[in-house]
């Protein structure tokens, strides 16, 4: 019983640094192409890269304000209530800038990216891949990886860049909005201590955190969207690119946080 | 005039999946030469476009392209070369979220210096000659078989290659609607020096405009000639193809 549990352990751990190693080697394809950069004309990416951006920031939009506002709401009205009781009301503003700007800004709307974009980017591939269509664009003498994951990483780290930046002025202001129908804050003393708490470490923060969101959950969904050898195989590797995007958004998460903020 | 060696294989062995392979083969396709390779389907036929088009990089003996080895070209030199080649593969590989039009336009915008104009240009004058006016605006789901053959083909021949590679161009398609993809076909191996490689299950199609035709079983050439060979069928393997009989030297299973 025991050898086999065992067994089972070392064939898991096996197959973590095998998908490693093949990561690597994706990211290693990817430097790869960056030889034929020089004979890539733009014309040609920038229809998706502009589609991609559309559809992962400007259609994101909708839910990104509206889980702002009912995070920022949520979170000021549990301040306003339970901080007078630790005679720290006047601390609301850095509560602000730590759980909405510094955390939840870039996390929130990494999960979303990820639940809409990168799971759609997963099976688009995938598709085109079954379908032959990446195979056409080969032998088109068409680079690939520079056509198909390229763009998506430009598009990426722009929309999530912009829809941070979004989340946190909708979480501040809607949230406050939010909150006075239920609590009364003066709308300078709110203001006052959002900008006081607010330095330029949380901008860059949240620029890095976005910048390497950007670059993480195009490059992982496209890796899995790559995978599929069959039609079957696309729900279960477009299933794999969504949950190991999310690990992997979580683990940077707290790496960069700690890199900032320690 | 000797006219110049477009593509050479020499001596080319390679093994795919489904204990599907090629052994030793060789054949040398010249400027303006049209070559049919046809065979059952497990003979290896299915290996021949994508060695060519450098997809199969694992095997024994030298493809050569215009006298140079095509497992020297580097990174860039084989996306190169690859726009030399023309390639309607077969399952035809449109695009689904382009249209027609952006289909064809695709080689051009990417690899061409033409300029988008002249480039539009390029790609009205291939939906004219492949009548495919009423559906440039639609997408591959939308179009029915002929049209879907006559922009993949559009598309492959974009970029005025040296060499067309059709793969199972005509499999599945009718013949009528098929003509005006067969006669742009004409066009350009008559008037433009264009040489063709045409892999199909049915070389009978292509006996009007094919110089040579080579016949390959379990991954061995066994049938090479020209039009004059293969229409008096002398050839046990080829009798035996062309008249789909299960008698003969060739065991199907």
Do not use: W
């Given at each position: 019983?025991?050898?086999?549990?065992?067994?089972?352990?070392?064939?898991?751990?096996?197959?973590?640094?095998?998908?490693?190693?093949?990561?690597?080697?994706?990211?290693?394809?990817?430097?790869?192409?960056?030889?034929?950069?020089?004979?890539?004309?733009?014309?040609?990416?920038?229809?998706?890269?502009?589609?991609?951006?559309?559809?992962t920031?400007?259609?994101?939009?909708?839910?990104?304000?509206?889980?702002?506002?009912?995070?920022?709401?949520?979170?000021?009205?549990?301040?306003?209530?339970?901080?007078?009781?630790?005679?720290?009301?006047?601390?609301?503003?850095?509560?602000?800038?730590?759980?909405?700007?510094?955390?939840?800004?870039?996390?929130?709307?990494a999960l979303?990216v990820v639940?809409?974009s990168g799971?759609?980017i997963?099976?688009?591939?995938?598709?085109?891949?079954?379908?032959?269509?990446?195979?056409?664009?080969?032998?088109?003498?068409?680079?690939?990886?520079?056509?198909?994951?390229?763009?998506r990483i430009?598009?990426s780290i722009?929309s999530i860049?912009?829809?941070?930046?979004?989340?946190?002025?909708?979480?501040?202001?809607?949230?406050?909005?939010?909150?006075?129908?239920?609590?009364?804050?003066?709308?300078?003393?709110?203001?006052?201590?959002?900008?006081?708490?607010?330095?330029?470490?949380?901008?860059?923060?949240?620029?890095?955190?976005?910048?390497v969101y950007g670059i993480l959950i195009p490059l992982i969904c496209c890796?899995?969207?790559?995978?599929?050898?069959?039609?079957?195989?696309?729900?279960?590797?477009?299933?794999?690119a969504v949950?190991?995007t999310l690990?992997v958004i979580?683990?940077v998460?707290?790496?960069?946080?700690?890199?900032?903020?320690? | 005039?000797?006219?110049?060696?477009?593509?050479?294989?020499?001596?080319?062995?390679?093994?795919?999946?489904?204990?599907?392979?090629?052994?030793?083969?060789?054949?040398?396709?010249?400027?303006?030469?049209?070559?049919?390779?046809?065979?059952?389907?497990?003979?290896?036929?299915?290996?021949?476009?994508?060695?060519?088009?450098?997809?199969?990089?694992?095997?024994?003996?030298?493809?050569?392209?215009?006298?140079?080895?095509?497992?020297?070209?580097?990174?860039?030199?084989?996306?190169?070369?690859?726009?030399?080649?023309?390639?309607?593969?077969?399952?035809?590989?449109?695009?689904?979220?382009?249209?027609?039009?952006?289909?064809?336009?695709?080689?051009?915008?990417?690899?061409?210096?033409?300029?988008?104009?002249?480039?539009?240009?390029?790609?009205?004058?291939?939906?004219?000659?492949?009548?495919?006016?009423?559906?440039?605006?639609?997408?591959?789901?939308?179009?029915?078989?002929?049209?879907?053959?006559?922009?993949?083909?559009?598309?492959?021949?974009?970029?005025?290659?040296?060499?067309?590679?059709?793969?199972?161009?005509?499999?599945?398609?009718?013949?009528?609607?098929?003509?005006?993809?067969?006669?742009?076909?004409?066009?350009?191996?008559?008037?433009?020096?264009?040489?063709?490689?045409?892999?199909?299950?049915?070389?009978?199609?292509?006996?009007?405009?094919?110089?040579?035709?080579?016949?390959?079983?379990?991954?061995?050439?066994?049938?090479?000639?020209?039009?004059?060979?293969?229409?008096?069928?002398?050839?046990?393997?080829?009798?035996?193809?062309?008249?789909?009989?299960?008698?003969?030297?060739?065991?199907?299973?």
């Amino acid at each position: 019983m025991m050898d086999k549990i065992i067994h089972v352990i070392i064939k898991k751990i096996n197959l973590f640094f095998r998908g490693i190693k093949d990561f690597a080697r994706f990211i290693g394809s990817i430097f790869k192409s960056f030889q034929s950069f020089r004979y890539l004309r733009f014309r040609s990416i920038y229809t998706i890269a502009v589609n991609q951006t559309r559809f992962t920031g400007f259609d994101a939009l909708p839910l990104i304000i509206l889980i702002a506002l009912l995070l920022g709401g949520t979170i000021i009205i549990q301040a306003t209530k339970n901080f007078p009781k630790f005679g720290i009301e006047g601390f609301v503003g850095n509560l602000l800038v730590i759980i909405i700007a510094r955390e939840l800004g870039p996390l929130v709307t990494a999960l979303i990216v990820v639940s809409r974009s990168g799971s759609a980017i997963a099976a688009e591939i995938a598709t085109q891949k079954q379908r032959k269509e990446i195979q056409a664009l080969e032998v088109l003498g068409i680079d690939t990886v520079l056509y198909i994951v390229f763009p998506r990483i430009i598009a990426s780290i722009i929309s999530i860049f912009s829809l941070i930046i979004i989340f946190d002025l909708v979480g501040f202001f809607g949230g406050y909005l939010l909150a006075i129908t239920t609590v009364y804050i003066p709308l300078d003393i709110f203001f006052q201590t959002l900008m006081e708490s607010f330095t330029l470490i949380d901008l860059f923060g949240t620029l890095i955190k976005s910048l390497v969101y950007g670059i993480l959950i195009p490059l992982i969904c496209c890796y899995y969207g790559f995978k599929p050898e069959s039609d079957f195989q696309i729900p279960i590797f477009v299933s794999k690119a969504v949950v190991r995007t999310l690990v992997v958004i979580f683990l940077v998460n707290v790496l960069v946080s700690a890199l900032f903020y320690f | 005039m000797d006219r110049e060696i477009r593509l050479k294989f020499d001596s080319v062995t390679c093994y795919g999946s489904h204990s599907i392979s090629l052994i030793d083969f060789s054949f040398a396709l010249k400027e303006s030469e049209n070559l049919v390779i046809f065979g059952p389907e497990d003979s290896g036929i299915s290996l021949i476009c994508p060695l060519i088009v450098g997809s199969i990089s694992d095997f024994e003996g030298t493809i050569y392209y215009r006298g140079r080895s095509i497992k020297d070209f580097d990174y860039v030199e084989l996306h190169n070369y690859r726009t030399r080649l023309g390639y309607l593969q077969s399952g035809y590989g449109l695009i689904n979220n382009m249209t027609v039009e952006e289909n064809i336009l695709l080689p051009l915008r990417y690899h061409s210096q033409l300029s988008i104009e002249d480039a539009m240009r390029k790609v009205d004058e291939l939906i004219k000659e492949l009548k495919l006016h009423h559906c440039r605006n639609l997408r591959p789901v939308d179009l029915l078989k002929y049209e879907t053959l006559n922009t993949a083909y559009a598309r492959a021949i974009a970029l005025d290659p040296d060499i067309i590679l059709l793969e199972h161009a005509l499999e599945n398609q009718c013949l009528i609607n098929a003509q005006v993809y067969l006669q742009s076909l004409r066009k350009r191996i008559f008037r433009e020096g264009c040489s063709v490689i045409v892999v199909t299950y049915e070389p009978e199609r292509y006996t009007d405009f094919a110089d040579s035709f080579i016949m390959i079983y379990k991954g061995n050439k066994v049938f090479e000639g020209d039009r004059g060979a293969f229409l008096e069928q002398r050839n046990p393997y080829l009798r035996q193809y062309m008249e789909a009989s299960l008698c003969g030297p060739m065991k199907i299973q």
